[in-house]
C-alpha cells in the first residue's frame, strides 16, 4: 500500500524534526499527521482498505501526548502512567472502530509456559540495551520495595499499552497490508521512533527486537509473552541495571 509507504516517511521525518529541529515543531508536524489521517479515512469511504491508516493514528497520537504532556514537575515513574492511560484508551477506541476481536489483536493467554519462556528474554534484552545506551536510574535504591511499583508501572505501560498498540493492532492491519512484511513495516516504525535516544545502534536493537517480537505474536498468537519480555527489558534498562552495572 503506497499510502502507508509514505506515512512511514512522514513519520520518520516528523522524528527527526522532533529530535534534531525542535520539540515544538515535531508536535505540530505530528498533529498535522493525525489531522491528515483522519481525512484520508474520512474522505475515501474504503473501511477495509484503509485499516491500516487509521491504525497508524496511533503512532501519531503517542508523539502528540508525549511531547505535549506538561511532565516537568512529575517524578519520571509517573509519566508512564500519565502519558498511556490516555493512548490505552485511545488504543481501545481503535480496535473497536476497526471491529477487531480481542483474539485479532493477541489478548489471549496463548500456551502459558512459552509465553513466560518468551517473557524471560527480557532479562537479556534489559541488559543488552543498557550496554547500548547506560540510562540514569529511575530509583535511587536497589531492593525489592523500591523496585516492585516502577516494575508494575513500567509492565503495564511500556509492556500493556505499547505491545497491544504495535504488536496487536497495527501489526494485525499491516498483516492484511503486506502480508508477512507488515512485521518488517511496524518494526521499522517502532524502531523510529527511539530516535530520541540519539543512537543509531538502539535503532538497530530495537528494530531487531521488535522483528523478533513480532514474529512471536504471529506464531503464537498472544501478546502476553512479548508484553512481559518488554516490561521486563524497560525494568532492567531503567531501574536494576543502571544501579547494578552503573
Known sequence: MLSALIYLLLITAAELVTVVLHPLLGLGLYICLLFGIIVQV??????????????????ALIRIISLAMPLGDIPQIWWYPVIYLPLLIGAVIVARILEYTFKDIGLSWGKIPVQILIGLTGIGLGFAEYAILKPDAIIDTLSWNSLILPA???????GFVEELIFRGILQKAALESFGSKGIIYISLIFAVLHTGFLSIADIVFVFGVAVFFGYLVKKTGSILGVTLAHGITNTILFAVAPLLLG
Not at 474520512?42 to 487509521?54: C, G, Q, S, V, W
Not at 508494575?152 to 511500556?158: A, G, H, N, R, S
Open 42 to 59: 474520512a474522505r475515501t469511504n474504503r473501511f477495509h482498505p484503509d485499516r491500516l491508516i487509521l491504525a497508524l493514528s496511533l503512532v
Open 152 to 158: 508494575t508501572i513500567l509492565l503495564l505501560t511500556t
